[in-house]
């Protein structure tokens, strides 16, 4: 049965490879035009729903016997491109080699929506039924924000995908750490609120630099108090959770940070991201002609928030590190964060498979800087309780991280193996 699990996934892996569903232009049709026949099979009931015919999302039940919560299993189609000279097998290959499946999508996240169709199929076969719904949803347009997928779905056939518990990606990759073996499990994601900020000055020949007031110069100061300033710490659930669980003491949040990075400077960097509001500048640009000193300069700022928290607190955030004065900011992204309870009995099924799989496993809830669909679901059904969360124990958080988006993604056809299995246990623990 474990055998044939993950031969099932790594064919079914190897498939959806095979459909180039790079986005832009997505072009995931055909791709779920072959799952939703896979799924069909097996039992379950398909539908396709798009706001385009080329990019329809999938949904597809397996009909509850009466009354039980609702879980849905959820993944996207769409990936992010790929350079073939840069790969060691062709990214649309899903060749098979040295106990990996090769292909852009191979984590992120066709490996995924492979284990959750499988075990959602094997369930299925086997004549199981759950109590309440269980749901396969593969929706198209993740990788450009999601408005043709998780969102439209959410907002224009709500009724087709509501649901009371939801597994999607965001983590689970093993993370060593200090002779421990952590599995994460993503409950929240944090905002993004970018801006622009100005300063200002007088125009003026630069062949005579004290004539005018050059505004590029006053980014400089502006430049070294994001170097070294740190604003203060904004702490939500899954950071404090994750902080207890390992051992460490939330209330000293800067003293647990240099702990953990003396085991492992890596972990280290995720988890101080999450204490707070960040702010890093990506982008400057000044006077248009070399020749003209500028009378304004700019920078653009990638700022994140942890979930909850708005304009106001990181407009708040920005003036601790930089003042009141000297600069004018103007948002131009306002995505608030959103995020699930670390305790629920999904949490509680997951530990419970972890200790049966992994006994020196130690699952740990943990938040997102950036975001998934699972915003959208959040944000359409308040109740629901969503997680990312795809269990790898043979390729770490390390070893998988640096090949998402990139070349030579791959994934280790053993954990492929697991998340099915994990996929199949956890619907039952919820669904029985
Ligand atoms: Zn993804």
């Known amino acids: 049965m474990v055998d044939d699990l993950q031969a099932e996934a790594t064919r079914v892996l190897q498939r959806l490879v095979r459909f180039d569903t790079v986005n832009p232009p997505g072009d995931e049709r055909s791709a779920q035009e072959w799952l939703a026949g896979y799924l069909e099979r097996a039992g379950l009931a398909v539908s396709l729903l798009g706001a385009e015919p080329e990019r329809p999302n999938l949904v597809a039940r397996l009909k509850g016997t009466g009354d039980g919560p609702t879980l849905c299993l959820l993944s996207h189609m769409d990936t992010v491109l790929a350079t073939p000279s840069e790969w060691t097998h062709d990214p649309w290959s899903g060749d098979e080699a040295d106990g990996f499946v090769w292909g852009r999508g191979a984590l992120d996240m066709k490996s995924q929506t492979a284990a959750e169709a ?148 890596r972990l280290a960097a995720f988890v101080e991201a999450n204490l707070r509001v960040t702010f890093t500048p990506t982008m400057a640009s000044a006077s248009a002609k070399i020749n003209v000193i500028p009378s304004v300069a700019e920078l653009r700022v990638d700022c994140r928030t942890p979930p909850g928290l708005g304009e106001d607190d990181a407009r708040r955030r920005l003036v601790e590190i930089l003042g009141e004065d000297g600069y004018e900011v103007e948002f131009v992204e306002h995505t608030v964060g959103n995020g699930s309870p670390v305790e629920s009995p999904l949490m509680m099924a997951i530990e419970e498979w972890v200790g049966q799989e992994d006994p020196d496993g130690l699952v740990v809830p943990t938040m997102l800087p950036a975001f998934t669909d699972s915003r959208h679901f959040r944000a359409a059904f308040p109740d629901l309780v969503a997680y990312g969360f795809f269990p790898q124990s043979h390729q770490s958080l390390f070893d998988a991280f640096p090949l998402v988006h990139s070349a030579d993604e791959r994934i280790d056809v053993r954990d492929l193996g697991l998340a099915t299995r994990f996929f199949a246990d956890v619907s039952r623990r919820m669904l029985d």
Not at 161 to 184: S, T
Not at 204 to 210: E, I, K, L, N, V
């Open 118 to 265: 499988v075990a959602a199929a094997s369930l299925a076969r086997s004549g199981w039924r759950p109590r309440g719904d269980l749901l396969v949803v593969c929706v198209v347009d993740e990788e450009t924000g999601g408005r043709l997928g998780a969102q439209w779905i959410t907002q224009n056939h709500p009724d087709e995908v509501r649901c009371d518990y939801l597994l999607n990606e965001g983590a689970g990759e093993v993370i060593p750490y200090d002779g421990r073996r952590l599995y994460g499990v993503s409950c929240a994601e944090k905002g993004v609120f970018r801006f622009a900020l100005r300063t200002h000055g007088v125009a003026g020949h630069a062949s005579m630099p004290r004539m005018g007031d050059n505004a590029l110069l006053k980014l400089g100061p502006i430049l070294d108090r994001f170097r070294t300033g740190q604003p203060g710490v904004d702490l939500t659930d899954p950071p404090l959770a994750f902080l207890r669980a390992i051992g460490e003491d939330p209330e000293d949040a800067a003293g647990a940070v240099a702990r953990i990075a003396e085991h492992e400077p």
